[in-house]
């Protein structure tokens, strides 16, 4: 079993900064696929970025592609999500997500594939 807890979140205006962070316990780290998701309101929940649990391989939405980077450190059991040029439709419910028993260079952007799920944490970003 894996706890994942989200943070970091908060309210940013159009065009700064943000880092959200997400923190894994209860088994070791290692072997696990990260991602990151996020939901609007009213919308359904959408991927974001993944990591593979080397951290060599990573995987973006088009949407964020070139904004967003998403990093890992195993030894501390965290995973980052750096987001910068932020933009009003940014503005969501972020999610991490693992995925047990994955390759080195294992990502995917299916929510269906991950296991475990962190209780998110809000990001709003005003214009």
């Known amino acids: 079993q894996v706890q994942l807890v989200e943070s970091g979140g908060g309210l940013v205006q159009a065009g700064g900064s943000l880092r959200v962070s997400c923190a894994a316990s209860g088994r070791t780290f290692s072997g696990y696929a990260m991602g990151w998701f996020r939901q609007a309101p009213g919308k359904e929940r959408e991927f974001v970025a993944a990591i593979s649990w080397s951290g060599g391989n990573t995987y973006y939405a088009d949407s964020v592609k070139g904004r967003f980077t998403i990093s890992r450190d195993i030894a501390r059991n965290m995973v980052y999500l750096q987001m910068n040029s932020l933009k009003p439709e940014d503005t969501a419910v972020y999610y991490c997500?693992?995925?047990?028993?994955?390759?080195?260079?294992?990502?995917?952007?299916?929510?269906?594939?991950?296991?475990?799920w962190g209780q998110g944490t809000q990001v709003t970003v005003s214009s």
């Open positions: 997500a693992a995925r047990p028993y994955s390759g080195s260079y294992y990502v995917t952007f299916s929510s269906q594939a991950y296991d475990y």
